[in-house]
């Protein structure tokens, strides 16, 4: 696989991202980086249905629902796939925008990644959409040095970096805008 991602790819959300060219729709998307109290962070193991040995792992997170806020979605989110209720939801790190293939589709988001620590290491997903039981093998608490060793996929594919850095430097004060991953 080359830079797909996925999370909620259910369809659930998709407006129009003013700043990002005319007429362009795209998924608005919340994202969490969620770290327990030793600095590690929590990723889904995903793959594309009709090919499971394409993997990867990526940040909870998924498409916003009716009115709902960035910060709303995040939360649910985290909740459905994670199971992880007590959070404390931080500042946005970064946004991102990104288009891929995915299970017959192609997927076109605008992406936000929230920081959120929890105490709450045991996961139990209960909420997943049907796409996302067909595409979602498991989730991993990875450290830093896990994260950057690692020759598996990973979404954001500089996530590695951008972990270190957040866990050196705290968060960015302004959200840093990533570069597109468009496949």
Do not use: K
């Amino acid at each position: 696989m080359t830079a797909r991602e996925t999370g909620d790819v259910a369809g659930r959300g998709a407006g129009d991202v003013t700043g990002y060219g005319a007429g362009v729709v795209r998924r608005r998307v919340a994202r969490v980086v969620l770290l327990d109290p030793d600095d590690r962070i929590l990723l889904l193991n995903g793959y594309e249905p009709d090919d499971p040995a394409q993997t990867w792992w990526f940040t909870p997170g998924g498409g916003l629902e009716g009115d709902e806020t960035r910060e709303q979605a995040a939360l649910r989110e985290l909740a459905e796939e994670t199971g992880i209720t007590d959070v404390e939801l931080g500042p946005v790190l970064w946004r991102r925008i990104c288009s891929f293939p995915f299970d017959g589709r192609r997927w076109d988001q605008d992406e936000w990644y929230y920081l959120a620590r929890t105490t709450q290491t045991a996961t139990a997903p209960a909420g997943l959409t049907e796409l996302e039981a067909r595409s979602v093998a498991g989730l991993r608490w990875w450290t830093s040095a896990e994260l950057s060793a690692a020759r598996e996929t990973v979404y954001p594919t500089r996530l590695a970096e951008l972990l270190h850095r957040l866990l050196d430097e705290g968060p960015p004060s302004a959200p840093v805008v990533l570069a597109p991953e468009i496949v």
